[in-house]
């Protein structure tokens, strides 16, 4: 039975028991990559959690011992340790997932202070492009988002891929404020490409098609079918309505709330999967002109053959060095 | 038994001769730090593994090593009402360096309690289960060595705990429901 004869020795435990946790869990996050369970953001020096981890256990311990005056009187019973126990770890539980939250990187905000571009808005597409400082022309490149996130999330990668020398146009999901459903969504990236073909600084030659997520879905699918496009770069394509990572799997790519956020998006998305049907398309790309960047935890599912698989770097700047590099030896 | 009484005359010796000595199995063998720390050894455990699958071992062997312990729980509460034994500063003169506790001797609770966590945990990870078999007897010999219980105490404790975590382990076939429920509710809140 819970009867806490010493309250100051149970909240003393209670206290041990979430700070505790709450090292065991920066050292686990930082082993295995969990960007949701990390109170540094989690990407990069995972040192840091296991230093944090580790100050946070033997700081515990040592308050613990040093303040408890009553630890060798008869105190708690085996089942209020339990309790207790059970107890912190859920409260370090929340405090992990909580501050993880506000400590993981904000895509939004990496945007905002990324430079956009010149917005493009016309009756088939909103977006935005950036063009090379020179004459040109250039080679040109339509990149997709990740549906539910916006072009301007791009900002940084068309930035530094405009840098490279490449005219970039990022087109956004939303088109008159809706979401466009199959089959409307088949006809983003072409209004992209046109809209492309037809600025002058751009050489109509050398046309590539770049998609996040399910956005490298929609590329794949357009690359298969239109032939202006000469080369295609899918940076972890869904391909099949089974998403690729689920459960704790998801802790590595953002925070508790995103995650609850991508699995609400998950049930829209997967229909759309489904009818895009991106893998049926694959051969149909030229061998050669297409790059898949997949997670190393989660290869895709069917790589074929003539298809470049790369993992994906760790960060959007290293995604835009391996994107530029292969594009300007593919286009 | 002399035999008890002989071996624990050869541990519990040893107290009381070094203050630093003292001071290190106070530490180990008080009713706080082991336990907690096997208790973050699960945690650790849970979380442990890259693959989903070898992930999802370790997360049954965390669950089996909760039920080993409730399971083991029951025994000791049972075990103690039909049978008491003295503690072993009631009978004899020796080194106490804890406080006097009054629950019966045999079998030793904290030597059910961690062998049936390391078993368990053993039976589905190896180096894990090393790990918690070696704190687990490091503990029953701290308590030895305090002078709170006889060696047989924590090897009929040890047998106890270990035997109904092995059990489990043999009938977990009955219980993979269960634990498969629980995994699942796990995933669907990210945390497994």
Known sequence: ?331 | MDWDWALFQLINGWAGRWPLLDGAMRFLANDYGLTTAMSLGLVALWFEGRERAQRERNQRAVLMAILSLLAANLLLKWCNLIYFRPRPFYAHPVHLLFYYPTDSSLPSNTAAVGFALAVSVWLWNRWAGLGFLLTALLFGWARIFCGVHYPGDVLAGALLGGGVAYLAGRWQRLLDPLLGWVIWLARRIYLA
Request: charged fraction near 15%.
């Open chain 1, 1 to 331: 039975m819970l009867k806490f004869v010493s309250p100051r020795l149970a909240l003393s435990y209670l206290l041990l028991c979430t700070l505790s946790c709450m090292g065991v869990l920066q050292i686990q996050a930082a082993r295995q990559r969990l960007v949701g369970l990390s109170l540094w953001g989690g990407r990069g020096k995972s040192w840091w959690g296991y230093a944090a981890g580790l100050l946070l256990i033997i700081g515990s311990f040592a308050g613990f011992y040093a303040f408890t005056l009553a630890l060798f009187v008869p105190g708690l019973a085996g089942s209020e340790l339990a309790a207790l126990f059970a107890a912190g770890f859920l409260l370090a539980l929340v405090v992990i997932l909580t501050g993880a939250s506000l400590a993981a990187p904000h895509p939004e905000g990496a945007a905002m202070e990324a430079d956009k571009g010149e917005v493009v808005i016309t009756p088939q597409l909103r977006g935005w492009v950036h063009v090379p400082q020179g004459l040109g022309p250039f080679p040109a490149l339509c990149l997709v988002p990740e549906m539910g996130s916006s072009a301007g999330d791009l900002g940084m990668v068309a930035a530094q891929l405009r840098d490279m020398g490449f005219v970039t146009l990022s087109i956004d999901w939303m088109v008159g404020g809706e979401s466009p459903r199959y089959p409307d969504v088949l006809a983003l990236v072409p209004a992209g490409v046109e809209y492309l073909l037809h600025r002058p600084e751009v050489d109509k030659a050398r046309m590539g098609v770049i998609g996040f997520g399910l956005g490298g879905d929609l590329a794949l699918r357009a690359a298969g079918t239109d032939e202006q496009i000469a080369a295609a770069v899918a940076i972890s394509p869904c391909l099949t309505a089974e998403p690729c990572d689920s459960g704790l799997d998801l802790l590595r790519h953002g925070s508790f709330w995103q995650a609850v956020q991508w699995r609400r998006q998950w049930k829209a998305q997967s229909v759309l999967v489904e009818q895009l049907n991106a893998p049926a398309f694959l051969s149909r790309i030229p061998p050669r002109s297409l790059l898949i960047l997949h997670p190393p935890e989660s290869p895709p599912p069917a790589p074929q053959t003539g298809v470049e698989i790369r993992p994906l770097p760790a960060t959007s700047q290293e995604v835009a060095q391996v994107i530029g590099r292969w594009c300007e030896e593919h286009l």
